[in-house]
């Protein structure tokens, strides 16, 4: 009896655990990729070309930029669209315009880039930056090194959390290939099996589940820190509530052995 309960015990340690660690992955998992979304979405990579470019050879330029698979948005902007929008931004400088008698603002192609292509920047920007046609190339370094790590923390979280699951996983495929050998041996019925086996079953997901919303209560009093409050969607809870079950499915077989 005592052992009994010890292992019972174990069924929901582990299962608490399962369901803080698996819960605060996801969530770590789901902000991560809601930063690298709003990020990437806000950079852009500025082309200036020549004043004196040609129609037909900024129209080149253009399709040749479109053509590139690296980039998602080519959007062409004037010299006089740019100043209006420096304008808007600093009304001091319409009087330095003025001044100066002429536009100083060069015309851009605005790019939009996928996040794939924002770490080989290093390998595809000298290409552009050696068109004739373009004179400078800009863009916010610290932002797409910000996005470049967001985007690592992601890919690292979801790893974890997939080798995380593929253990439990493992583990009940284990199970099932030595429950099939029951046939051959004396031992309960498959439903007295399960029958026996259902409550801990219950006690892994209830303790996952408590671990789950253990995890949202340490995270709720400091969500205004984040300007971004994702929770993980139902399937991938309903999935970590499921682990904690085949938790205590797998400690119920090794305890029943």
């Known amino acids: 009896m005592e052992r009994f309960l010890s292992t019972r015990v174990w069924v929901v340690a582990v299962a608490l655990v399962c369901g803080i660690v698996g819960e605060a992955l996801l969530f770590v998992r789901h902000q991560c990729f809601q930063i690298e979304s709003y990020l990437l979405e806000d950079f852009r990579i500025v082309i200036f070309v020549s004043d004196s470019i040609s129609e037909n050879a900024l129209k080149i330029l253009g399709d040749r ?15 006089q669209a740019s100043l209006e929008k420096l304008e808007g931004n600093h009304s001091t400088l319409k009087q330095a315009v003025l ?9 851009s192609f605005e790019v939009k ?25 800009r863009y916010k370094a610290l932002q797409a090194d910000a996005i470049l790590q967001v985007r690592f923390y992601e890919r690292f979280v979801g790893l974890a959390t997939s080798l995380c699951l593929s253990v439990v996983l493992i583990a009940s495929v284990v199970l099932l290939w030595r429950m099939a050998a029951w046939p051959a041996r004396p031992g309960p019925a498959v439903a007295t099996y399960f029958q026996e086996a259902l409550p801990w079953i219950l006690s892994g997901i209830g303790a996952t589940l408590l671990g789950m919303g253990f995890c949202f209560l340490i995270a709720y009093p400091i969500r205004y820190l984040s300007p971004f409050w994702v929770w ?8 970590l509530a499921g682990t904690g079950g085949l938790w205590g499915w797998i400690i119920f077989w090794s305890h029943k052995k």
């Open 65 to 79: 930029l479109q053509a590139m698979p690296m980039l998602e948005q080519v959007r062409y902007v004037s010299a």
């Open 99 to 107: 001044l100066l008698g002429r536009n100083p603002v060069l015309p």
């Open 113 to 137: 880039v996928s996040a794939d292509a924002l770490g080989s920047l290093a390998d595809w920007l000298p290409g552009i930056r050696m068109i004739p046609e373009v004179q400078d190339v």
């Open 232 to 239: 993980p969607p139902f399937p991938q809870q309903l999935v």
